[in-house]
T-cell receptor, first 111, second 112 residues
Framework: EAGVAQSPRYKIIEKRQSVAFWCNPISGHATLYWYQQILGQGPKLLIQFQNNGVVDDSQLPKDRFSAERLKGVDSTLKIQPAKLEDSAVYLC?????????FGPGTRLTVT | QKEVEQNSGPLSVPEGAIASLNCTYSDRGSQSFFWYRQYSGKSPELIMSIYSNGDKEDGRFTAQLNKASQYVSLLIRDSQPSDSATYLCAVNRGSTLGRLYFGRGTQLTVWP
């Protein structure tokens, strides 16, 4: 069974630029999550989708972050404009029930 | 009070020893508990899940849960250098498909 796919793996941008990340969950997993992991900390949830509907986006900085999950499969997370404090690893995870499985992540550096 | 707290590291043990990792959580209604292993520069990898009080064993790993004390632990027996990583405790507060709350992680080093 293929795991969660993410791209790109690395991205370097300047502050105030925009960036987008892509995620393809494990086949058959209806629930998809985006987490942000800052160096030295545990992952923190940004947004949760159930199929193509948003379940929880309470921690998403909506003035600059947006996410969508069209057709209930792939998802994109966008940051516009980026700030220095957005430098982190962005992790996508999916689940069928209780256990969440993570993709390889996208390491974002904002300069 | 943080949602999930882990014993501060780093933790260093010799090869063959038992490594003990601890985690406490604040929400008494939490239902599901997980341990993830994260190698440097990699994403978290699920290694154990536990849902009811008691012990759960999987190979060299044993997870222990005590809901009354709001405490979860992970024991690694016969520790190997390849176990050197950061171990993240994660808690699901009740919803089957709900978010996970993570601790900051405990860095484990197993020296030969």
């Amino acid at each position: 069974e293929a795991g969660v796919a993410q791209s790109p793996r690395y991205k370097i941008i300047e502050k105030r630029q925009s960036v987008a990340f892509w995620c393809n969950p494990i086949s058959g997993h209806a629930t998809l999550y985006w987490y942000q992991q800052i160096l030295g900390q545990g992952p923190k949830l940004l947004i949760q989708f159930q199929n193509n509907g948003v379940v929880d986006d309470s921690q998403l900085p909506k003035d600059r972050f947006s996410a969508e999950r069209l057709k209930g499969v792939d998802s994109t997370l966008k940051i516009q404009p980026a700030k220095l404090e957005d430098s982190a690893v962005y992790l996508c995870a999916s689940t069928r029930s209780y256990e969440q499985y993570f993709g390889p992540g996208t390491r974002l550096t904002v300069t | 009070q943080k949602e999930v707290e882990q014993n501060s590291g780093p933790l260093s043990v010799p090869e063959g020893a038992i490594a003990s990792l601890n985690c406490t959580y604040s929400d008494r209604g939490s239902q599901s508990f997980f341990w993830y292993r994260q190698y440097s520069g990699k994403s978290p990898e699920l290694i154990m899940s536990i849902y009811s009080n008691g012990d759960k064993e999987d190979g060299r790993f044993t997870a222990q849960l005590n809901k009354a004390s709001q405490y979860v632990s992970l024991l690694i027996r016969d520790s190997q250098p390849s176990d050197s990583a950061t171990y993240l405790c994660a808690v699901n507060r009740g919803s089957t498909l709900g978010r996970l709350y993570f601790g900051r992680g405990t860095q484990l080093t197993v020296w030969p």
